[in-house]
């Protein structure tokens, strides 16, 4: 009797034990009770200091300004955002890439410049992450790629578009030029004189300077001995500037023409009153649009000046990658496809990619006057 006692008693508390183990979890705390907001990790890789340092310092102001704004939206999500400096230099840009992959772990990545994007395209094309490229006008550098996207005007759409300007526009005949000896001045010159001379115009022999070159005197002569009506320049840094201001020297009202390299404050600076009868392309804006104003505002209250051209492509990059990594949820595969196929309005107008991994840029052209950049020729878009 004894022992069925113990044994029932034994039962009980066995069955007492396992009660807990039968419960219904238990309700999860506050900040839990809805789903964790995503974070979104985007590495960017760009030249901060070092030449070439002024554009990517004012395309990551648009990159900052779009994403402080859209983490203060109530979205749903967040933008975290690591910016590395390669200095311009590719050893540095791959290691960069592989630190975002293997260790940051990024969604995506964002770089610029043709050596650098050169550099760590068939990496990102490896590990597949998405790579949104900017600051290179090299034909078809993201073609090869299944993984890279690039945004940013090419030579090859942009300079015949000032061409006929020059010819149709400014009733201009005869030219000639003086560029960076690189792949983008060649280009410049290339695509150019193709519509200039298709049109009907003479392009006479110009002269190319290095990057490291200051006195362009020489060879500004030997251009100007031809007599020409216009000179088209394209460079970077203090070269391009003195390429500009030693043939003011020697012309202040000669037209010049290039691609959007004219187009930043250190230029129009150092010129000053010499900066007049520029002519170059730029981003069509809508200004007139609430969007932008608003936008403007912004950016003036936090920098003291309004938009230029490479703010605007950090501004409407940071707004359609943003709003990708939220329909894609992270996945990079998803994120892929949606750059292949974007079609986003933004404030530079209607951005769609093209079989060639571009983004189709709307443009303008505009003139340097009186310390101003006022559109003169846009575009149907």
């Known amino acids: 009797m004894k022992n069925k006692i113990l044994q029932a008693i034994i039962l009980l508390f066995l069955i007492v034990l396992a009660v807990p183990s039968c419960r219904q979890p238990e309700k999860k705390t506050k900040s839990n009770e809805s789903p964790e907001i995503p974070v979104y990790r985007i590495g960017v890789n760009l030249s901060l200091t070092g030449n070439g340092s002024y554009f990517a310092e004012e395309f990551k102001k648009g990159l900052d300004l779009t994403f402080k704004y859209l983490n203060s939206q109530p979205e749903k999500f967040n933008i975290e955002v690591i910016y590395e400096d390669n200095k311009l230099n590719p050893k540095d840009a791959v290691s960069i890439t592989k630190k975002f992959i293997e260790i940051d772990e990024v969604d995506l990545i964002i770089s610029g410049y043709t050596p650098i994007i ?3 395209a068939s990496l990102v094309n490896d590990y597949e992450v998405p790579m949104l490229v900017t600051l290179s006008s090299a034909e078809n550098i993201a073609a090869p790629y299944d993984w890279v996207f690039r945004d940013f005007e090419i030579e090859s759409e942009i300079m015949p578009l000032i061409a006929a300007y020059a010819y149709s526009g400014l009733a201009l005949r005869k030219g000639s030029w003086l560029v960076v000896n690189d792949d983008m ?3 410049v010159v290339k695509y150019f004189s193709e519509k200039f001379t298709e049109l009907g115009g003479e392009m006479k022999e110009g002269e190319v300077f290095e990057s490291s070159e200051m006195d362009m005197r020489n060879k500004i002569n030997k251009v100007m001995d031809d007599n020409p009506e216009f000179i088209i320049v394209a460079g970077r840094g203090s070269a391009m500037i003195n390429a500009c201001r030693q043939i003011r020297e020697r012309d202040m009202d000669i037209p010049i023409m290039g691609n959007n390299t004219l187009d930043n404050a250190s230029v129009w600076d150092a010129l000053g009153i010499a900066g007049n009868n520029f002519w170059f392309p730029r981003p069509y804006t809508e200004q007139e649009s609430p969007r932008y104003i608003k ?4 950016f003036r209250s936090m920098h003291g000046y309004d938009l230029n051209w490479l703010n605007i492509y950090g501004i409407s990059i940071a707004n359609y990658l943003s709003r990708g990594l939220k329909e894609s949820g992270g996945d990079r ?5 949606y750059l292949k196929t974007l079609n986003f309005k933004s404030i530079r107008g209607e951005l769609i990619m093209d079989d060639m991994h571009n983004v189709k840029v ?3 052209i505009c003139q ?5 950049s006022v559109p003169v020729f ?4």
Request: proline content about 7%.
């Open 378 to 381: 846009v575009p149907d878009h």
């Open 333 to 337: 595969e998803k994120m892929k496809e």
């Open 368 to 372: 340097r006057k009186d310390g101003i």
């Open 118 to 120: 050169q550099a760590s």
């Open 362 to 364: 709307p443009h303008m």
């Open 295 to 298: 936008t403007n505002e912004m």
């Open 185 to 187: 001045g060649h280009d």
